[in-house]
């Protein structure tokens, strides 16, 4: 299935009128307080002028950096393994907010004109967090991938393992983890694009593990939070610790990028790696 992206129809879909901070109309800049016109923010890739970059759905996301897409294994439906209490209703509400039946939306991709293989995490749906059906398609992704000779672009945001499906959850950090090595035995490029948050077992596992690896401007990258990680040490830490400018400094992130010109960078690096045929 190719889909292409539909602005005025993608305000509902990607959750931003649920969200707090967002408007029929208009936006607000957490960081700036700015309020921007939605066709304004829109223009800019969903950035404002202070260079914060907004949450995005995922569709979005690929509407923003591909040329064209086709979705593999959308059929995928999320279940309720544990029989969770409530689980169920979330899921629907999940449903609803962002459109998606789960949190990654995963395919191959043309982006200028070079062949990829692409999953983008979206925040709107349980706030990117990863389940069985999360994992099984990523892992399968990469195992397309390998069998196919593709590169891959994975795009994250994420709070980490869902809760409501506990050890079985864990364990995608495992199976994702292996279908990456697998891609990587068979020496094939794999990019991550870390976006705001990138957090907990998502961090743990394949959003770190990339041969390159690129993140938006200030966004929350951590296993931990903030909180427990002070309480269990009794420190206090630095000052933008678990940003992407952090992480830069410490040698986890290659470079930052605004998403501006997050394209025209994976086209270049997919070049530099073969990606022209």
């Known amino acids: 299935m190719i889909f292409t992206l539909k602005p005025e129809n993608e305000l509902e879909k990607d959750g931003r ?3 707090p901070l967002y408007g029929e109309e208009e936006i607000v800049c957490p960081n700036c307080h700015r309020t921007l016109k939605i066709s304004q ?11 914060h970059h907004f949450r995005i759905g995922a569709r979005k996301r690929i509407g923003y950096m591909t040329d064209s897409f086709t ?5 995928i439906r999320q279940r309720d393994p544990l029989s969770f209490p409530g689980y169920g209703d979330k899921l629907e509400k999940a449903r609803k907010q962002s459109g998606e039946e789960d949190s990654a939306i995963t395919g191959t991709a043309i982006i200028c004109g070079m062949k990829c293989a692409l999953f983008a995490m979206d925040p709107f749906f349980m706030m990117g967090s990863m389940g069985t059906v999360t994992g099984e398609k990523i892992a399968s992704l990469f195992e397309y991938a390998t069998e196919n000779d593709l590169p891959v672009i994975g795009f994250t945001a994420s709070g980490g393992a869902r809760m409501q499906e506990g050890l079985l959850s864990l364990m995608q950090m495992a199976s994702t983890s ?3 090595r697998r891609h990587s035995d068979k020496g094939l490029l794999y990019i991550t694009v870390l976006t705001d948050p990138t957090t907990g077992g998502v961090t743990a596992s394949f959003a770190m593990e990339g041969d390159i690896i690129i993140a938006e401007p200030r966004a929350t990258v951590a296993f931990a939070g ?19 400018e952090f992480l830069l400094e410490h040698g986890f992130v290659d470079i930052i990028t605004d998403r501006k010109d997050e394209k025209k960078l994976l ?10 045929k």
């Open 17 to 19: 009128k649920k969200a």
């Open 41 to 51: 923010a829109e223009s800019a890739m969903m950035t404002c002028i202070c260079s």
């Open 71 to 75: 979705e593999l294994f959308g059929d």
């Open 178 to 180: 292996a279908a990456v």
């Open 226 to 244: 903030r909180r427990v990680i002070e309480e269990t040490t009794k420190e206090e830490l630095p000052k933008g610790f678990q940003t992407s």
């Open 267 to 276: 086209a270049s690096l997919l070049r530099l790696h073969g990606g022209e």
